[in-house]
């Protein structure tokens, strides 16, 4: 449990409990996925969308609905009243939007009717890097039709784990790889070792902790 997965976790935990939206945007590779998946596994009517994989309105939708259980095949109209009846209908559904960024103009668009038409019944958690918040910025800079109320729906704010100072940030990307070194590493590893090779870069411990695994395996 690194900083960032209690931080993610309260978060939405939060989000879904008070049916409220949010919008996440930090660097890569610190436990956002990791975060995301672990609290759909543990958590009722909380599902996990990477949307770098449905970037369309029409892919978006569908899976949402499927994720949730709501026939998702037939007409679009259809699946899209169906899920927003059935969000409706459920207690507190949460929707977590990895990769928002990735998300063509059309789908976010779909997000902001989606949110509109389940406004206090359903949570809507977007994450991303700092390539989201720089689109929105730019698409309110230049009058999107849309982004303006998107970011409003979303809390007029950018929520963030990692500190701003550089060396700060760097205490607290190996404080995290430490924890993670610690718990996952074969017994008697070097985990100082590993930390500095990995720069504080999870998915870069993961591999570090893998090749020591197959070496004494």
């Not at 095949?73 to 977590?96: F, M, T």
């Not at 784990?161 to 590893?189: C, H, M, S, W, Y």
């Not at 999870?202 to 570090?208: D, H």
Request: with cysteine; net charge positive.
């Amino acid at each position: 449990k690194t900083p960032t997965f209690d931080f993610i976790t309260a978060q939405l935990e939060l989000s879904q409990q008070s049916s409220l939206s949010a919008i996440l945007v930090d660097i890569p590779n610190i436990g956002k996925t990791f975060t995301a998946k672990y609290y759909v596994r543990s958590h009722k009517n909380a599902v996990y969308i990477d949307c770098s994989q449905v970037k369309t309105k029409t892919q978006l939708v569908r899976k949402i609905a499927s994720e949730f259980g709501v026939s998702s095949g037939g007409w679009y109209h259809n699946v899209y009243e169906d899920l927003c009846y059935y969000l409706r209908s459920i207690d507190h559904p949460l929707v977590i939007l990895d990769e928002a960024g990735d998300l063509k103009n059309e789908a976010m668009l779909e997000l902001k009717a989606m949110w509109n038409a389940t406004e206090r019944c359903c949570a809507w958690y977007m994450m991303g890097a700092d390539g989201l918040k720089e689109r929105i910025r730019r698409s309110i800079d230049l009058k999107m039709v849309g982004y303006t109320e998107i970011f409003s729906r979303y809390g007029n704010h950018y929520s963030k784990v990692t500190p701003d100072d550089g060396r700060e940030r760097e205490q607290f990307l190996n404080g995290q790889a430490k924890i993670v070194a610690k718990v996952n590493a074969p017994e008697g590893t070097d985990i100082a070792a590993i930390v500095r090779r990995s720069k504080g870069g999870l998915r870069r411990v993961y591999t570090e902790i893998e090749k020591l695994k197959m070496t004494q395996g």
